[in-house]
């Protein structure tokens, strides 16, 4: 989770399956919990700046650009508004598209030392997004963000984390719409109530 800035280009590319491909979408970025983190669906980690500057009012201290282990801190992006599925331009050449957002764990905990940290971080519903890589590219610190689609359904990072993790009744609403990780999927059709 100990990410730091680079002032050089850096090729990202989509890395497989998680447990036996490149794990990380970034070439040079590694990946230990391949088990929970990396692979295709999770080959980048967006988080937003202003998002940071939220938790520093709340937390009353400083919190740096990859703290939470995110691979592209963004500023001027709705990363939690982002809808599942839609298609970013980062740079010239890279095109991502959000899958989901971040699952708080007991590694998070640790580092962030808060009492409770996977409860609050739950419940603020900030959780950044992971993106799948849609077409390779290099990137450079400052590329610009753009959205050049964005499907009609509207389920957005923030209702599917919410859907997720506390309002299991939108579950059929996540269900419903193209984009999700195969592997996420199967964990929320095991949640659904059994018919009689």
């Keep these: 989770m100990n990410k730091q800035p680079v002032d050089r280009l850096v090729e990202v590319r989509a890395p497989g399956p998680k447990t036996v491909g490149l794990h990380s979408g970034l070439i040079g970025d590694q990946i230990f919990d391949t088990v929970n983190h990396g692979g295709d669906d999770q080959a980048v980690y967006a988080y937003a700046r202003e998002d940071y500057d939220w938790w520093q009012a709340r937390l009353s201290r400083r919190l740096a650009n990859g703290l939470f282990g995110?691979?592209?801190?963004?500023?001027d992006v709705d990363v939690n508004g982002a809808v599942i599925g839609e298609r970013w331009r980062v740079g010239p050449k890279l095109v991502l598209q959000p899958t989901f957002g971040r699952i708080p764990c007991a590694t998070f905990q640790y580092k962030?030392?808060?009492?409770?940290?996977?409860k609050t971080f739950t419940r603020a519903n900030r959780p950044g997004a992971y993106l799948r890589v849609l077409e390779p590219g290099a990137i450079w610190s400052g590329d610009p963000i753009t959205v050049e689609?964005?499907?009609?359904?509207?389920v957005t990072i923030a209702r599917?984390?919410?859907a997720y993790m506390t309002a299991t009744d939108r579950i059929p609403e996540l269900l419903a719409i193209d984009?999700?990780?195969?592997?996420l999927r199967k964990v929320l059709e095991g949640r659904l109530p059994k018919r009689r």
């Design 160 to 162: 599917a984390f919410a």
């Design 70 to 75: 995110e691979n592209l801190t963004t500023e």
């Design 149 to 154: 689609d964005r499907p009609a359904h509207g």
């Design 179 to 183: 984009g999700l990780p195969g592997s």
């Design 112 to 118: 962030m030392g808060e009492p409770r940290w996977l």
